[in-house]
């Protein structure tokens, strides 16, 4: 692992930031570089997952029937766009982060975002329904008692459903 301390900070300006870099290998994922930075004069704290290598465009497509299907792993590049139809759509972007999770963890994770969008619209009766209606969706997959689909779109290639009942195709 190569690390660098003693690193001028963006946001505090104090040199007490810690710059880390590692490669590994990853299963089904690749050769990737592990990036950290952490300083000790602001806290502020940073890490990335960077391939090592290009891969071809891809998409997965999973459907979820069952409660054990919620321990099927997702590997997300920064660069994908998640898609649950009738659901939310996920957009790539200069935020997006890339992670490794299950599709119980995609789901909390989605849940969430519908309940912060639903409470920063206090004035809207109408889209607090829609989030509240979402959510108890999402909560039948995550007893079994409701099927849904979850698409993985990645240009880079980099992220991967890891089970046999996801169909993998070019984008």
Known sequence: MAEMTGQQCAFCGENKLTLREEEVEIPFFGRVFVLS??????????ADVEPAEQKEPC????????????????I?????????????????????EGYITNVEGLLEKVKAMIQSAADAEEDDPAAK????NLIKKLNKVLVGRE????IIEDPSGHSAIISDKAQRSKL
């Open 147 to 150: 099927p849904l689909k979850i």
């Open 129 to 132: 329904t829609k989030a509240k």
């Open 37 to 46: 930075m952490d300083c000790t004069g602001c806290g502020y704290r940073k």
């Open 59 to 74: 998409r997965y497509t999973l459907e979820v029937t069952s409660d054990a299907d919620l321990n099927i792993k997702i």
């Open 76 to 96: 997300k590049s920064a660069e994908a766009t998640v898609k649950i139809p009738r659901v939310i759509t996920i957009e790539s972007g200069p935020a997006s």
